[in-house]
């Protein structure tokens, strides 16, 4: 089980934190990404960690504003938003499975990979 937390309304150049606390699965041997999906749009992969925390990937849009990270002492993964502009909004989504990745875009094409997944939590990016 996953669940998603962090999300909510936030002013342009703002930030916030989302959380993703894991149960059921051995945490420390599964990747996890996160998903986000924007009102009238397909679900996109933005970022990913692999299992040991040492391989990050972002999609262009969020790199160098969002980091991802994975605390296998709380079994939780984090996805930390800096200056955040109205086009971040949307539904974020974490994701976990077994599946290491090389490329994001292999999880925007395929998230049937992660068969695990929380409900979702609202970001909403406005003055």
């Known amino acids: 089980q996953l669940v998603e937390s962090g999300g909510g309304l936030v002013q342009p150049g703002g930030s916030l934190r989302l959380s993703c606390a894991a149960s059921?699965?051995?945490?420390?041997?599964?990747?996890f990404a996160w998903f986000r999906q924007a009102p009238g749009k397909g679900r996109e992969a933005i970022s990913y960690?692999?299992?040991?925390?040492?391989?990050?990937l972002y999609t262009n849009s969020v790199k160098g504003r969002f980091t991802i990270s994975k605390d296998n002492a709380k079994n939780t993964v984090y996805l930390e938003m800096n200056s955040l502009r109205p086009e971040d909004t949307a539904v974020y989504y974490c994701?976990?499975?077994?599946?290491?990745?090389?490329?994001?875009?292999?999880?925007?094409?395929?998230?049937?990979?992660?068969?695990?997944w929380g409900q979702g939590t609202q970001v909403t990016v406005s003055s």
């Open positions: 059921g699965f051995a945490f420390d041997l599964y990747a």
């Open positions: 994701a976990s499975g077994p599946e290491h990745v090389s490329d994001i875009a292999i999880l925007t094409s395929r998230p049937q990979l992660y068969p695990y």
């Open positions: 960690i692999s299992s040991g925390g040492a391989a990050t």
